[in-house]
């Protein structure tokens, strides 16, 4: 087997509430239910190798955002440092959807090249009847912010393995295009 490459470092973005950590502990292999996740809480950093296409990607991901200040050093640290990022809402929460954008042009200003994979993630897809924003608005904000789209649900897991594989899969079209 060929070795892995990376480390790619990934930043999960996007306001309180919207399931950044519960997306992290799928992503962490985590196996409890969404139930116990509490304990989850608090900041952390997750390191994964997983293979993707056959190719094997160690990533760190970087659930911080929440624990650090608005606006503080370690914050914008953490937009200068990342790889890649994700960049979530909840569609059953419109403000964290305008938060979405406002977070992907403060990521624009951060960062000078602007290769840098993002993929905006519409979370919380299995709430139905709380939906406050469609599909077609993710997709288009996507578009407009070039970036990527998926609508997951961690509380169902579904999606949540396509977002990880889609952001491996752009970080190395990244890598092969240098
Ligand atoms: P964070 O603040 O962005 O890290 O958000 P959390 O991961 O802590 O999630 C906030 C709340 O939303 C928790 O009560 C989660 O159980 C819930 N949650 C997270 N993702 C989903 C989802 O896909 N669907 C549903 N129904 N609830 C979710
Ligand atoms: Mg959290």
Known sequence: TPASVGPFTV?????????KSALASIFAGASDSMGSECELYGGEIFE???TV?????????????DSQDEGSWTQQRCLQTGDAFIIVYAITDRSSFLRAS??????R?????DRTPIILVGNKCDLVRCREVSISEGRSSAAVFDCKF??????????????????IRQLRLRRDSM
């Not at 296409?53 to 955002?65: I, K, M």
């Not at 406002?102 to 990521?107: C, K, N, P």
């Not at 200003?109 to 090249?113: A, F, G, N, Q, T």
Request: hydrophobic share 45%; net charge negative; no cysteine.
């Open 11 to 19: 930043v999960l973005l996007g306001d309180n509430g919207v399931g």
């Open 48 to 50: 994964q190798t997983i």
């Open 53 to 65: 296409d056959g190719e094997r990607a160690s990533v760190t991901l970087l659930d911080t955002w």
């Open 102 to 107: 406002d977070l992907r042009v403060q990521l």
């Open 109 to 113: 200003r951060e960062r000078e090249v």
């Open 150 to 167: 998926i609508e997951t649900s961690a509380a169902m897991q579904h999606n949540v393995w396509p977002l990880f594989e889609g952001i």
